[in-house]
Nanobody, 124 residues
Framework: QVQLVESGGGVVQAGGSLRLSCAAAGRPFRDYPISWFRQVPGKEREFVAR????????IYADSVKGRFIISRDNAKNTGDLQMNNLKSEDTAVYYC?????????????????WGQGIQVTVST
């Protein structure tokens, strides 16, 4: 099992940038892919981005493609989500996830380990 802690959230104006970080502990970090999801009240947890174990392969939701960049540093056991050109619709609680056990990476039910979540609010 992996313990995950997100940091870096906050309030930003539309068009601005934020960088989220996910610190991992437990299993060797380089052994598994990580992802970011987000959730707003009353809605299901939504896939944002995924990065494979080495960092050589990334996948993004269409809604964030070209604006968000997922990365990882296996030496530091951290994963980041750089969010640029933020929009009001990006406002959500963002979660880091690990421990994918199903083929559908966009389905939150296929990820075992989760951080506590961090709020990102984009003001207009």
């Amino acid at each position: 099992q992996v313990q995950l802690v997100e940091s870096g959230g906050g309030v930003v104006q539309a068009g601005g940038s934020l960088r989220l970080s996910c610190a991992a502990a437990g299993r060797p970090f380089r052994d598994y892919p990580i992802s970011w999801f987000r959730q707003v009240p009353g809605k299901e947890r939504e896939f944002v981005a995924r990065i494979n174990w080495s960092g050589g392969s990334t996948i993004y939701a269409d809604s964030v493609k070209g604006r968000f960049i997922i990365s990882r540093d296996n030496a530091k056991n951290t994963g980041d989500l750089q969010m640029n050109n933020l929009k009001s619709e990006d406002t959500a609680v963002y979660y880091c996830a690990a421990g994918q056990f199903g083929g559908d990476y966009e389905n939150a039910a296929n990820w075992r380990d989760w951080g506590q979540g961090i709020q990102v609010t984009v003001s207009t």
